[in-house]
């Protein structure tokens, strides 16, 4: 059986995202300690989410330390794509302090198009700097063409998220486990590596990636492309270091 180590969750929200919990920076930290994490990512949600982070917000939070209680920290932001043309919900400036983003679909914030126009949006949004991942491009509400849309990611150095949420059986999202069985396939044929992601409000889910580990073991995806495993390559390729890229 096909064993795969999770030593970072990068996909997280605080009490600072405005909903979901009322969970601190530091409740997060030790959260991830007693989990067996070594590398957590705090990636709040842009100032389009509603009662979400400010601009200053982010401003400050890229000068918080990056090692706390012996967890090492990364300081990101999920980002709203707003429209077809891909643009985002901080500036360039501001993302450039920050570690790395994650670019995500969100009603209100972008109206559902059809896959054509959804994937050109996902494609537009790459361009920005620190973008590194496309958040849980699995939910059906917004249809992409997978093989255009990861072609373009691994032409971008942008890598998708396995989002544990969407396969809950529960989940709000629709479609989650046949559209991430998908992703999963067409980053197999293209070698395109993955980031499980939590995507937990707060510390109940923190590191929690069972039911994408299930996922990734009934499609035989291969552990060298699991992002989650090797947390010094992960800070290497938020840094823009892809050298070791298959």
Known sequence: MTTYNILADIHTHSISS???SNDTLTDMIKCARTRGLTLLGISEHGPDTPGSCSQSYFEGISLAPRYRMGIRILYGVELNIRNL???VDLPDMLLS???YAIISMHPPVFTPQTADCNTDAYIH???HPRVRFIGHADDGRYPVDYRRLLQAARDNHVFPEINNVSLLPDGYRTNGYEN????????KSISLPVLLSSDSHGCAHVGD????LSLLSECNFPPHLLLNSNPDRLC???SGNFDELP
């Open 85 to 87: 043309q891909g643009d």
């Open 209 to 212: 990636m069972s039911h994408s």
């Open 125 to 127: 949004a790459m361009k």
């Open 180 to 187: 991430s069985r998908q992703i999963l396939a067409v980053c």
């Open 236 to 238: 290497r390729i938020c």
């Open 97 to 99: 302090r920050l570690d």
């Open 18 to 20: 405005g909903h979901g």
